[in-house]
């Protein structure tokens, strides 16, 4: 953190400014999927909780919290198009670990987390596996990386690896010694962090193995596709910085790293000028990543995996801002639904109210939470499954097991 960024630091609830914030529900040009695995991995997802997140939550009370948020469904909502569960299974996982993760971690000094951020590229690359003392989030790092394997070469495995060590380094860790001084980043910065803090770009990798894509290296790192990646990851970390609005306000001066609470204190700004800025930086990035879209460059052989992929990049930030009105809102992000970060406080009484509008200003009613047997389900969409990863030779892969 330079003095460029140095600000005060803030006191307890000093964004709490008790205003009736009225939230536009957010929309986008890309469809909505609604998937057949919808709440499939419920059950398997509450275990892992008492199995695997005990040593780092062990109040039964915040694994029940957990439970009420539903997370598991967040996956299967932003992969609507994979019906198959094995496939689905280890992005659930991860998922899971990178939000319990941020969770616990979300104020641990720096020098607590550098070696984990090491340990956990270890765990995720094969390079070594966690022993029985260890954290049970390193176990199920270990059991993802192995599911994985099935359906993606060990380069994918290594790139993904790659992307969560910058997601701690870049993200997480640069979010934390701005919140342990109570200081806000400047506006920009606050960006630049978020991208990366959001985890996106690692979860995005996942689209790979769990829809059967393939993008070759020089599609995948082309510019096109690699903004395209950052534009998701800013449309989702604005979604989520929306959404999470009330629990970021119920934590005090715990929370800076905000979009919305940056603008508010830089520019001096009431918190609905705030609000409203940040809807706008959302619409502009979701206009930039729709135009791009239409107007892939000519990849050759490789346009159909190329223009699905971008398609899903998407289809993801549709689903998951689903999941945000129809069950992350309300069992995730209001009252009494988080749980603390270690070396974090307890939320605080807050004054200020939300509503959320639909684009004609009606209401917004989140609806039922979906399951088997929602009678409207909207169908899944076919995947090309001819678009799938090669050998070095050109020669398909197979999977491993």
Known sequence: ????????????????TGEE?????????????DSPLADALDEETFRWYDEDYADMFPDPADRERYRKQLLSRVT????????????????????NYITLMDDFFDLTPAEEIAPLRDRIYQVMTGRD??????????RQMAAAREEFRRYAPQSWIERMALSYWQYIHYGLM????????????????CRMIRMHSIGMRPFADQLEPVTGLLLPADVFHHPVIQRLRDLQACVIYLQNDISSLYKELALGQNEVVNQILTIRHHRQVSLQRAVDEVVAMHDRDVEE???????????????????????????????LQNWY????????????????????????????????????GTPYRPPRIHG????????AEVIDNTQRYVNDNGTPWQGQG
């Open 325 to 360: 009105d129809e069950i992350g809102r309300q069992f995730r992000y209001d009252r009494g639904g988080f749980v603390t970060a270690q070396y974090g406080r307890e939320e605080i009484e807050i004054k200020t109210k939300t509503s959320y509008v639909n684009p004609d």
């Open 1 to 16: 953190m330079t003095d460029a960024d140095s600000q005060d630091p803030t006191a307890p609830g000093q964004s709490d």
């Open 129 to 138: 596996d966690p022993g029985p003392d260890e954290l049970g989030l390193l």
């Open 21 to 33: 914030l009225v939230i536009p529900r957010l929309t986008y040009p890309w469809p909505t999927i």
């Open 372 to 379: 088997p047997g929602w009678e409207d389900r909207r169908p």
């Open 174 to 189: 640069e979010e934390i010694a701005f919140r342990r001084q109570g200081v806000y980043p400047s506006i920009y910065r």
């Open 76 to 95: 299967p909502y932003m992969f609507p198009t994979t019906d198959d569960i094995d496939r689905l299974r280890p992005a659930a996982r991860w998922m």
């Open 289 to 319: 990543m729709w135009s791009l879209q239409q107007c892939l460059p000519d990849f050759g052989p490789h346009q159909a995996a190329a223009s699905n992929y971008v398609r899903h990049l998407g289809i993801q930030v549709v689903g």
